[in-house]
């Protein structure tokens, strides 16, 4: 206990007391105000920035809101169809006057680039010659395109108008539908015979009387019907080998 005593005593004795310790703290902080460097603290808030009267206000906006389309034939089925080139109306006038070979043919109708039947009867020609064992979509979309591309130039050296290939392909499937039901006679009985070929001849006129019949009214070919009636009797005729055999 005397070392402790001698300890204490021996240690540095100052004159700082608490009170010193507290006039220190308020003296920095004036100093800190005067040069402007102390922050404020957390409980002091900015003061509140200035808001126009109006802005309080509502702004009362009076101008077009976009809303989705009222108009209830925006998403029809015919408002796709449109867009897409496909009028329902012509192709069933086009395939009656297919049918008939007899009905004089409307040349504004068929002088339309309208591919959608011809596509439809060239996948029916090559489902019915699958039905009937043969896999001939390659003959079928080959020669096509071959015979499309002999009967537009064909034409185009007969006619002064001329005619685009649009339009030859157009008139050249619709008029393939006589040939469909000639591949579709071939799933239920065989065409190699006398009944077969018969059949077949007469379904080759109908096609090519009424392309012929076509091609003469939309470009105005009056009197050559015959001569255009020939080559597209060739192309149906290899349409109907491919039937047939």
């Known amino acids: 206990m005397s070392n402790l005593g001698q300890f204490d005593c021996d240690f540095y004795q100052s004159n700082y007391t608490i009170d010193n310790q507290e006039q220190s703290s308020e003296d920095s902080n004036t100093y800190a105000y ?3 460097s102390r922050k404020p603290a957390v409980s002091e808030q900015p003061p509140p920035a200035f808001v126009p009267a ?8 009076e101008g077009q ?3 989705p389309a009222s108009n209830p034939d925006y998403y029809s089925q015919s408002s796709y169809t449109d867009q ?7 192709i069933w006038q086009k395939t009656l006057t297919v049918l008939n070979p007899l009905k004089p043919a409307d040349g504004s ?11 439809l009867f060239c996948i029916a020609l090559g489902a019915t010659l699958l039905l009937a064992g043969k896999v001939q979509f390659g003959y079928v979309y080959g020669m096509s395109a071959i015979g499309c591309l002999g009967i537009h130039t064909l034409l185009n050296l007969m006619s002064s108008s001329g005619a685009s290939y649009g339009c030859v392909a157009s008139v050249l499937g619709y008029c393939l539908l006589p040939m469909v039901i000639l591949s579709s006679c071939a799933i239920f009985f065989s065409l190699q015979g006398t009944f077969g070929t018969v059949l077949a001849l007469v379904i080759i006129g109908w096609c090519s009387l009424s392309a012929s019949k076509i091609f003469s009214s939309a470009l105005g070919m009056e009197g050559q019907q015959l001569l255009i009636a020939y080559p597209c ?13």
């Open 34 to 36: 005067v040069y402007g």
């Open 54 to 61: 109006e802005m309080l206000t509502s702004s009362g906006y």
């Open 65 to 67: 809101y976009f809303q």
């Open 84 to 90: 897409l080139g496909i009028n329902f109306d012509h």
């Open 109 to 119: 109708i068929m002088n339309e680039t309208d591919l959608t039947g011809p596509i």
């Open 233 to 245: 009797g060739l192309l149906y005729g290899l349409f109907a080998l491919l039937t047939v055999f």
